[in-house]
């Protein structure tokens, strides 16, 4: 895989990057390991993971696996802040007490001093931006980031904590974008650009329905069957996303490729979009994502999944 630049930043990465929010929970030590290892021997560079993957198991497992070892300087690392858990349930914090806290308890899982991207996992609106910030500012100076983005922002939010910035400048938004989620070309991916900022595409296969493995039930051991999962991926499982669905698998066909093939090279043509962020339930899994890269689609194939895909626009962006 190629390197590509993420924004108008320094920082580059493989196109695609290794999600592993089931680490340690679904996908254990050897099968981590043996997607690591594909992974790598492909070109990649980038794990994607989080604090709150897992409850901090997923960067334990990385740090198990790569943290303290050669194989550090071989790989980049994401990791993001911002979202917790209390007995109540999930808690969105972005202070700057709570971030940097997260930061160092995860560069300790990770067994590292710094992580390559830090994001803020998500936009909390009891804590000013400009905080967050700060918290962004000083995770670079000390060293203990080397780049900083967001990560499910909206579109007003995204521009401001931009603009708000000088050093450092927000590198990426990591925001879900695929067929069947294409919210973001309203306004956050227009901000991005304009700002200079690298689009990082989470769940481009449609949190999996886009491989067209549900297009005649949910398979046993799928993220659809799973008790924790499952509320995750049913979304889309809905009956109006069958015509995309239906016309992704009928231009893999014509294509010889796979759906998941189709569906990822779509998304890193997309102008703005740095790197797809890709999970795997199994090596052989991921060995189909790892082909997406070198794959051209021809521009029928793109107008034509563009033109069933198409987002609904509504005022202001459409008079």
């Known amino acids: 895989m190629q390197r590509r630049r993420i924004g108008s930043s320094g920082l580059t990465t493989s196109p695609l990057a290794l999600g592993t929010m089931t680490w340690s929970r679904d996908t254990d030590e050897v099968e981590a390991g043996a997607q690591l290892d594909m992974f790598l021997d492909a070109g990649g560079t980038m794990l994607d993971t ?4 897992a409850d901090g198991g997923s960067e334990s497992l990385i740090g198990s696996l790569a943290g303290g070892t050669a194989l550090r300087d071989e790989i980049q690392i994401c990791t993001k802040a911002g979202i917790g858990r209390t007995s ?6 972005s202070s700057m007490s709570t971030m940097l806290s997260t930061l160092d308890a995860s560069l300790k899982r990770l067994q590292t001093d710094h992580v390559d991207l830090w994001l803020v996992h998500a936009f909390d609106p009891a804590t000013p931006l400009d905080e967050t910030l700060q918290a962004l500012e000083i995770a670079v100076t000390s060293g203990r980031a080397r780049y900083v983005g967001v990560s499910n922002f909206p579109g007003w939010a995204t521009a401001r904590i ?3 910035a000088s050093r450092p400048a927000i590198t990426a938004t990591q925001v879900e974008y695929s067929l069947l989620q ?6 956050v991916a227009p901000a991005a650009r304009a700002l200079g ?6 769940s481009p296969l449609g949190r999996g329905v886009l491989t067209g493995k549900y297009r005649d039930g949910i398979p046993a051991r799928s993220r659809a069957a799973s008790d924790h999962l499952s509320g995750f991926v049913t979304p889309y499982l809905d009956r109006r996303y069958t015509g995309a669905i239906d016309a992704l698998a009928t231009a893999a066909e014509g294509l010889g490729t796979t759906p998941a093939e189709v569906a990822l090279a779509w998304v ?5 979009v740095g790197a797809a962020v890709v999970g795997a339930h199994t090596a052989d899994q991921l060995r189909v994502s790892l082909k997406a890269p070198d794959l051209q689609l021809p521009e029928v194939i793109v107008s034509a999944l ?5 987002p609904a626009l509504g005022y202001p962006e459409r008079r």
Do not use: F, K, N
Not at 88 to 93: A, H
Not at 197 to 202: E, K, Q, R, S
Not at 268 to 272: C, E, H, I, T
């Open 182 to 187: 294409r919210g973001i070309e309203r306004e």
């Open 50 to 53: 989080a604090a709150s993957y």
């Open 162 to 164: 931009a603009t708000l």
């Open 268 to 272: 890193l043509a997309r102008q703005g």
């Open 306 to 310: 563009d033109e069933v895909t198409q």
């Open 197 to 202: 900022m690298g689009i990082m595409a989470w």
């Open 88 to 93: 109540s349930g999930g808690v969105i914090d």
